[in-house]
């Protein structure tokens, strides 16, 4: 009787074997489905961070943690607000440092930078444009803002005028700093914002009034985010630059702050652009 079991409990034996074999080949396999996009394997492209007038490279800071954590080398260098020409040629001396493709992104003024700085430049696979001007060639950041009813910012500027070693006049503007958060930034948190309306950085009248030398989307494919809250850049003004630059655009309920108040939404459309623009090194 023994005899006769036995060779049926050496067939249990390899059937479990087998069947442990094909659990483990299928939990292999699930895992395998579970492995990073190829888009994310290999080099990613730098992302360039611009931003625009009244701010500084911090209001990026969100936005650069996510990328950062993403794996993107991120630069988030200081756009100096003197002239558009004057800005555009230093960002182009920027670019030039960066080895490999660039995706490049500009907050409001620096919108109109980053259009001329990144013309011809063969580097630069993507723009993103976050709640920021795209200027055609000859127009201006203050001609833009008032294309479309909407814009509340010049009665709450105020002016400082420098005269420069040189005999030559600055006329800088500020956000009176009282006015800056309900102006600004109404979704970030008011310490935040009163930290923001204290470190601003000034813009010269002569850089908003600057027409644009190049349109750099023209060539290169855009994105753009469009924030519908916005009281600087009118949600309608953006939706007009977008369309005519055949940017892939999407809106989000934000401030003019968005790069503050949402950096998730942010950082998502600049991983976007670079994935849909930039191919991985094989």
Do not use: C
């Amino acid at each position: 009787m023994s005899n006769r079991k036995q060779p049926r409990r050496s067939q249990l034996v390899l059937v479990a074997a087998v069947a442990t074999a094909i659990t483990l080949t299928a939990i292999g396999t699930a895992n395998a489905g579970k492995a990073e996009p190829a888009a994310d394997s290999g080099p990613k492209p730098t992302v360039v961070l611009v931003h625009g007038a009244f701010a500084d490279g911090s209001s990026w800071n969100g936005v650069v943690d996510r990328l950062k954590r993403q794996g993107y080398p991120v630069i988030a260098p200081a756009n100096p607000l003197r002239g558009l020409s004057s800005d555009a040629a230093y960002l182009r001396g920027v670019l030039e440092s960066v080895e490999g493709p660039v995706v490049l992104a500009g907050h409001s003024y620096g919108g109109s930078v980053i259009s001329e700085a990144a013309a011809g430049d063969e580097d630069v696979k993507a723009l993103v444009y976050i709640a920021a001007f795209l200027p055609d060639k000859g127009e201006s950041a203050s001609e833009l803002s008032g294309k479309f009813p909407g814009s509340t910012l010049g009665p709450t500027l105020t002016e400082v005028n420098t005269t420069l070693p040189d005999g030559s006049e600055v006329t800088d503007l500020y956000v009176e700093q009282d006015k800056f958060r309900r102006q600004f930034a109404a979704d970030v948190p008011r310490s935040t914002a009163q930290q923001m309306a204290v470190t601003q950085r000034p813009v010269t009248t002569a850089a908003l009034e600057e027409g644009a030398d190049a349109a750099a989307w023209k060539s290169i494919p855009s994105w753009s985010m469009i924030t519908t809250q916005d009281l600087n850049i009118p949600a309608e003004a953006q939706r007009f630059m977008a369309a005519r630059a055949h940017a892939h655009a999407v809106e989000v309920r934000a401030s003019h702050a968005v790069t503050v108040s949402r950096p998730d939404a942010v950082s998502r459309l600049i991983d976007r652009a670079a994935r849909t623009t930039v191919r991985p090194a094989v």
